[in-house]
């Protein structure tokens, strides 16, 4: 008899994510169910979503606490390895295209998924406020509009100092870290010589460091997934879906269009990839950011799965995706002019012409640019919308019950964007290379 291969009984990381959302809501909506029912006490799902989430908030910290080293480590690392900046101006132009022309597919696909379902009419509005939330977003400033949210986007590129912006608590500052990142590689290639050679291969080194700290850190992403799941499925009466259930699904039809059809053809026609085989490569990362809701904490994983198991070149995801983690919101995009037009199917006096609609596309558009890549940002953004619109900032209470699990969906969708643009922007690149 021949020697024969031991099975291999280790589940894939994918695999035991999945599992871990399993499990997650299959503990937190009966313990919902039963609390709702007057069985169980409603503090005890309470508690086990509030530490569920004080689980998933410590592998989130040590997600975030990567970022900016990673994303620095990364961007130097690529830009230098080319040798040269001549197709540095050229990926850029490509992915600012790719990323606003996606953006605008997915408003349309809500505005035309919104007019189809007509959620308002079919929403039982007494029922609506009666779940209605008090809102505060003291983080939006008084009066900022959409030109002043732009403005900051763009002020904010340039930090004002480096190591600051590297150590940025919430990591809101990225669009700092990857400019810095841009310039220092760019003039370590002007330079050249043996300082050129010296800081090309310090930071390829700390780039082998930090991918190799991410894929110890991402070891643990069952365990903060389990958390964010019990806390999403536990924390939430679920009497309140059932007033906002034509609203979601709405959003959740208008997102499975985008995530299933449009960037699926994207991946086929333009990347010329399986987008099959593609999803599976980016599984984890998916998971990953539908459970944590930040597309900017799941970057790590995000990289690692393009890099390690789609084989995508560093040099095209060390650009693309710290950029698309910060402006690319194709989910986020898509949710707010739902969320708008719905506010305004259900504010009396309202009345929603094309025009109007045309409005909140350019706008959500445009805020969506200036959403950051952390839990409830699209809600925080949506502030900027109404207000463009002349809409009751007041109206958000009534969605913002629903918004953890709309932010799921809507995330996952983003950084699955993120990654079509990855394959895209690698097919052109080898073409042109």
């Given at each position: ?6 099975l ?6 994918h ?13 937190g909506?009966p ?14 799902p ?24 990673l ?41 035309v ?37 732009l ?37 370590i ?82 990347a ?21 809701a930040s ?5 790590p ?7 390690k ?44 012409t094309?025009?109007k ?62 990654s079509?643009a ?10 042109d290379?």
């Amino acid at each position: 008899m021949g020697y024969r291969k031991p099975l291999d009984m280790k589940i894939k990381l994918h695999h035991q994510i999945f599992i871990a959302m399993i499990v997650g809501a299959g503990v937190g909506l009966p313990l919902n169910m039963l609390a709702e029912a007057g069985r169980i006490p409603e503090e005890i799902p309470r508690t086990i979503a509030k530490y569920g989430k004080g689980v998933g908030d410590v592998f989130l910290r040590l997600l975030s606490m990567i970022v900016a080293p990673l994303i620095l480590t990364s961007l130097v690392s690529g830009v230098t390895s080319s040798g040269n900046l001549s197709g540095l101006g050229r990926l850029g132009g490509r992915t600012l295209a790719y990323y606003i022309s996606t953006s605008m597919i997915a408003i349309i696909t809500g505005i035309v998924m919104f007019n189809l379902i007509d959620p308002g009419n079919s929403t039982d509005v007494a029922l609506l406020e009666q779940s209605r939330e008090v809102v505060h977003l003291e983080v939006v400033e008084s009066g900022a509009g959409l030109l002043d949210t732009l403005w900051n986007q763009v002020f904010n590129l340039i930090p004002s100092n480096p190591f600051s912006a590297l150590a940025d608590p919430g990591n809101k500052s990225i669009l700092g870290v990857i400019f810095f990142a841009l310039m220092f590689g760019s003039f370590i290639v002007v330079v050249g010589g043996e300082t050129a050679d010296f800081l090309r291969k310090f930071f390829n080194s700390a780039y082998e460091v930090m991918m190799r700290m991410t894929m110890f850190i991402i070891r643990f992403a069952p365990i903060g997934v389990l958390g964010f799941m019990l806390y999403a499925s536990a924390g939430r009466g679920l009497g309140v879906f059932v007033a906002l259930g034509w609203y979601m699904l709405t959003v959740a039809l208008a997102l499975s269009v985008h995530a299933f059809i449009t960037l699926p053809l994207i991946c086929a026609v333009l990347a010329r990839r399986s987008p099959w085989s593609f999803f599976q490569s980016m599984s984890p990362a998916l998971l990953t950011a539908f459970s944590t809701a930040s597309s900017n904490g799941t970057l790590p994983l995000t990289i690692n799965c393009v890099e390690k198991r789609a084989k995508i070149n560093n040099r095209i995801s060390s650009f693309v995706l710290p950029l698309g983690a910060t402006i690319n919101m194709d989910g986020t995009a898509l949710y707010e002019v739902v969320a708008v037009l719905f506010i305004a199917q259900v504010t009396p006096g309202v009345d929603l012409t094309i025009g109007k609609q045309a409005i909140v596309a350019i706008t959500a558009l445009c805020a969506s640019i200036g959403a950051a890549g952390i839990p409830f940002a699209g809600t925080v953004m949506l502030v900027v919308v109404l207000g463009a619109v002349g809409l009751p900032l007041e109206g958000i209470g009534l969605i913002l019950a629903v918004d953890r699990v709309l932010d799921m969906f809507r995330t996952s969708v983003n950084v699955w964007s993120d990654s079509t643009a990855c394959a895209v922007m690698a097919r052109f690149e080898s073409g042109d290379d």
